[in-house]
């Protein structure tokens, strides 16, 4: 089946960028999916990036797409202590058209 | 304001008495659907909606059961519950049934306990 894999733990320093990984199985992907989720909430949609662009930038984020490697990454500039949260990486499954979330990768801001 | 609301926020129970997970949404969703998240493995689809009186199983199903009578609501059935349903749910919406065609709305989870 199809699925999405992401590192579980990223720590950076306020002010540092942040660069979270995610890697997915199904290259007829259309749209790719970038949700935060904040201590005792449910998902938001941060971002998405359409497949057939490389590049996508939203204020401080930036979406990273290589169809190739079948790689997304997402940048965060500057990153404060309100981006501490878990993000989770989503595809849509090609034959469903389900979104296939990953593991989630919690990123912790240090003052 | 536009949500999905889920009740109960906290639930305890013992295995094998039978609950409901209410959710409702006031967006006129036609796409509804019910996740289970569980450390390291993410989010797992159980069941999802795509309109009324139309339901469809998800990747992890069994123990569970769904109805869409109406538009609004999608409540997730624990028949009889056993401590491996032991978990966060949430509940989710979105308008139509294509997934690139609309935000996936999330309600704040449900944290389960079956002991």
């Known amino acids: 089946g199809e699925d999405v894999e992401q590192s579980l733990f990223l720590s950076v320093r306020e002010g540092d960028s942040s660069v979270i990984n995610c890697t997915y199985t199904?290259?007829?992907?259309?749209?790719l999916y970038w949700y935060k989720q904040e201590p005792g909430a449910g998902l938001q949609l941060l971002t998405y990036?359409?497949?057939?662009?490389d590049m996508k930038q939203d204020q401080r984020l930036t979406v990273l797409l290589n169809k190739k490697d079948k790689h997304l990454s997402l940048r965060i500039a500057d990153t404060q202590t309100g981006d501490s949260a878990i993000y989770f990486c989503?595809?849509?499954?090609?034959?469903?058209?389900?979104?296939?979330f990953g593991t989630g990768t919690l990123l912790a801001v240090q003052p | 304001e536009a949500q999905v609301t889920q009740n109960p926020r906290y639930l305890i129970t013992v295995t094998g008495k039978k609950l409901t997970v209410t959710c409702s949404q006031n967006?006129?969703?036609?796409?509804m659907s019910w996740y289970r998240q569980d450390p390291g493995l993410g989010l797992r689809q159980i069941y999802y909606?795509?309109?009324?009186?139309?339901?469809d199983k998800g990747d992890v199903p069994e123990g569970y059961k769904v109805s869409r009578k109406e538009k609004r609501n999608f409540p997730l059935i624990l028949e009889s519950p056993s401590p491996n349903q032991t978990s966060l749910y949430f509940c989710?919406?979105?308008?139509?049934?294509?997934?690139?065609?609309?935000?996936?709305?999330f309600g704040e989870g449900s944290r389960l306990t079956v002991l």
């Open positions: 990036i359409f497949s057939n662009m």
């Open positions: 199904d290259s007829s992907s259309t749209y």
């Open positions: 967006m006129n969703h036609e796409y």
């Open positions: 989503a595809e849509t499954d090609g034959a469903t058209n389900k979104l296939i």
């Open positions: 909606s795509m309109n009324v009186e139309v339901t």
């Open positions: 989710a919406s979105k308008t139509s049934g294509g997934v690139g065609t609309g935000e996936l709305f």
